[in-house]
């Protein structure tokens, strides 16, 4: 078979950049630029500006595009409402990117504050994490993106925030009120049935991923929960999956990245060129330049079995006990299971349950790892015993399973219906957001989210019994102050979890397994952040006590970014490897120029 090449934003080549900033060869070891551009995390800005401080207006063109890059005489036939905007860098920047799409005829697309492609660029997951941004832009090539990249360096003012899926709960991260970037036009999916590696566009979400890569009976270390999550963010944080006990995380099956620097030279990286910026992205999240694609290994796949269970609370007990059972007994790589406590308050109704979500990479073996969880259900969505054709080839779509099993979008958890109609400048005027939080009308669900995340090596029934405690605690709370969920997750690891562990950023080591014990609150109103964060962090910290006194956790863990509150330290996201990090991250982006996005910033070294 031919290798597989799917529709995506190309690349151009190019050759190595030094530290000086010279061009040099592209057998250089130094940082170069070829043919592509890796996006390094899809994170944005933390700090806000009030949104009266400049809101795009429009700018109109001549209609045959530009010959020359250099305008900086040129008198271009724009118009402006000087009230729209106070600040010049943002203007002259705005003017420079917008004639780089009109140049490239739309194949890089610049969206003016308010329009469709606007709402569709800046919107994200939550309202909570949603911006609103003076413009986006769309680069649809390396050739663009590199030149929207220079436009950056020299206005070195401008803030900016770059998006892969949007899926971050942290406010400005991968959204800004400065200038938004969307990689939703690198979307390319290329199969290579010589090497089994698939190049991923980093403006792809995991849905499509899967869908694709499954035609060809092969699967990925990807996310446990494809519904919405991009693979850029997922993969520069470090990557835990269901197969994660089979192969580790999913930077440990990066084969390669295309990255745009800093200076706006487009380069390679992986282990044998290029090593050290390799070492750096992966877990190293948005510090050292933004990437725009990613080459994975790839894994057989044959029909899966997935299932998930649901508990009344008052089987709690009955539950925890088959849970420790299943991960003092099942030493099965193939074979995963992510629990949790989950409470809803919906129109007025609380619900509260217990989810067992179970995974096994193939058909379920005679010895059954889970049938002891399944003894105590009373439902079965895919009766464990016998699987006929049409389950079977269900399960070979592993996009479409998870899908059924996503809790991140259950219509029920929100009150109202998520926007997807386009949103125009009457909707988002300056009026409308004098009286509204900036969020407002961008976010593809009406609800604010944090996640917050403690980590440890193994559960106890001592643990358990704790998550249900302040599982209880949370959801107690919800009627009075506009809750809308509180799941807190179990997802215990194979001790074996890390033994293919490769040298990364985010430090995992062999012999030290370690996971996220995810806490997840979902509220209306941004009234009530402040009171959700701060009981967020108060179960947290009572969580970590005693996972400490069970000897689950120690202060030797590190934090793991994809889900950590925007607060948590960076030293304690990179331990040991924090100084290697801030020298590598000198050499690539020596004037800070990521520092003009949010996420969590690696310092300069000095």
């Known amino acids: 078979m031919a290798p597989h090449l799917a529709h995506g934003a190309g690349s151009n080549p190019a050759d190595t950049v030094h530290d000086n900033g010279h061009v040099g060869s592209a057998n250089s070891d130094d940082p170069g630029t070829e043919d592509g551009a890796t996006y390094v995390g899809s994170m944005g800005i933390t700090g806000k500006h009030s949104i009266t401080q400049g809101i795009h207006a429009s700018i109109d063109y001549n209609d045959e595009p530009d010959q020359s890059d250099d305008d900086s005489d040129g008198d271009l036939d724009a118009s402006y409402d000087a009230d729209f905007w106070t600040e ?5 920047a705005t003017k420079e990117i917008q004639k780089i799409c009109k140049n490239s005829k ?125 693979v850029a963010g997922w993969l520069l944080g470090g990557g835990y999956s269901l197969l994660t006990n089979q192969y580790g995380l999913g930077i440990d099956n990066l084969v390669e990245v295309q990255v745009v620097l800093c200076n706006g030279k487009s380069v390679k990286a992986s282990a044998e060129r290029n090593s ?17 694609s990613f080459t994975v290994k790839t894994y057989p796949l044959g029909p899966i079995y997935r299932n998930m269970l649901t508990f009344p609370t008052d089987k709690a007990t009955k539950v925890k006990e088959a ?9 099965e790589k193939k074979a995963a299971i992510v629990a949790a406590y989950r409470h809803f308050y919906i129109r007025g109704e609380q619900e509260d349950k217990i989810t067992v979500d179970l995974f096994y990479d193939g058909p379920l073996p005679s010895d059954n790892p889970f049938e002891e969880l399944l003894e105590l259900s009373d439902e079965k969505w895919i009766d464990h015993e016998v699987q006929n054709e049409a389950d079977k ?86 009627k009075d102050n506009q809750g809308k969920s509180a799941v807190i997750d179990i997802w215990p690891f194979q001790p074996s ?29 941004e009234s009530n952040d402040r009171y959700w964060i701060g009981l967020m962090m108060q179960i947290l910290q009572s969580i970590q006590k005693v996972a400490e006194a069970e000897g689950c956790t120690n202060d030797k863990l590190p934090k793991y970014c994809n889900t950590s509150l925007a607060d948590t330290p960076v030293k304690d996201i990179y331990k040991k490897h924090l100084s290697k990090l801030m020298t590598i991250r000198a050499k690539y982006d020596p004037d800070d120029m990521m520092g003009r996005t949010g996420g969590f910033r690696i310092p300069l070294a000095s």
């Open 106 to 230: 739309n194949v890089s697309q610049f969206w003016r504050f308010g329009g469709a492609g606007y709402k569709l660029s800046v919107s994200h997951q939550f309202e909570s994490s949603s911006e609103v941004a003076r413009c986006a832009v769309q680069p649809g090539n390396i050739d663009d993106f590199e030149k929207i990249m220079k436009v950056l360096k020299t206005y070195d003012k401008v803030k900016f925030a770059v998006k892969g899926g949007g899926h971050s709960t942290n406010p400005g991260f991968s959204s800004t009120t400065g200038i938004q970037i969307s990689l939703a036009n690198f979307n390319e999916l290329e199969y290579n049935s010589k090497t089994q590696n698939l190049r991923i566009g980093a403006g792809c979400l995991f849905d499509e991923v899967y869908k694709e890569i499954a035609q060809y009976k092969r699967n990925i270390v990807g996310g446990a929960t494809a519904a919405g999550v991009g």
């Open 88 to 92: 010049k860098e943002y203007v002259e």
């Open 393 to 478: 080839k269900l399960a070979e779509n592993f996009a479409f399973m998870d899908q059924l099993f996503s809790h991140i979008h259950d219509p029920s958890r929100v009150t109202a219906a998520p926007l997807h109609c386009p949103v125009y400048g009457t909707r988002l005027s300056l009026k409308t957001y004098a009286k509204n939080p900036p969020q407002a009308g961008v976010g593809e669900e009406n609800v604010r989210v944090r996640w917050g995340t403690v980590m440890v090596s193994h559960f106890t029934r001592k643990l358990l019994d704790e998550i249900e405690d302040q599982s209880k605690l949370a959801a107690s709370k919800m």
């Open 497 to 525: 979890m890390f033994d293919t562990s490769t040298s990364a950023a985010w430090p995992h080591e062999k012999g030290q397994p370690n996971g996220p014990l995810l806490v997840c609150f979902q509220w209306e109103g």
């Open 323 to 331: 849970i420790m059972n299943y991960i003092d007994k099942c030493k």
């Open 276 to 292: 050290d910026l390799f070492f750096a992205i992966r877990g190293g999240g948005n510090n050292f330049g933004i990437v725009t």
